[in-house]
């Protein structure tokens, strides 16, 4: 199966068949359908021990990745990205922050992450590399909601 998903979380109930729904086509439409992705729903406490253990940055966040094409590891399993988590808690923060739904949230922050599983970093990249990423958010998640998010 190329989308593994765990809901972890108990802050808000979820439909995880609309969400399957969605994250299939993003695979899709980036022709990923063949790879393999795990997804990880948590709440904040749980992605703030996770970005402290890994980054070292003691506070949550919405969304971190964790490729499998990276370093040693590359040529193991070529058809397995790696694994996304995201904070439920801080997607219903930003969604209702941005006016949208819960739904349309985590879907961009699965397209952000997998990005950055896919090779874009904005952090490290420079502001090329940032533009290029926040374009193709952009362009990936209109196709699916046919409206635009602006995360300028």
């Not at 969304?63 to 370093?71: L, N």
């Not at 922050?109 to 904005?122: A, C, K, P």
Request: one cysteine or more.
């Amino acid at each position: 199966m190329p989308l593994l998903i765990d809901n972890r979380q108990i802050f808000i109930k979820l439909n995880i068949r609309q969400i399957r729904s969605d994250l299939l086509k993003v695979l899709k439409y980036l022709q990923c359908q063949d790879h393999e992705i795990s997804l990880s729903l948590v709440d904040d406490k749980a992605i703030q021990a996770i970005n402290l253990e890994y980054l070292g940055r003691d506070k949550p966040t919405n969304v971190i990745s964790f490729g499998m094409h990276e370093g040693d590891w590359e040529a193991i399993q070529p058809t397995v990205l790696g694994d996304i988590v995201i904070s439920v808690e801080t997607a219903c923060r930003d969604a209702l922050a941005g006016d949208i739904n819960v739904y349309d949230e985590i879907l961009f922050l699965f397209i952000h992450g997998l990005l950055h599983l896919l090779g874009f970093d904005h952090e490290r990249g420079g502001e090329e590399e940032a533009i290029a990423m926040r374009h193709k958010e952009k362009e990936i998640f209109e196709k699916l909601r046919s409206y635009t998010l602006d995360r300028s």
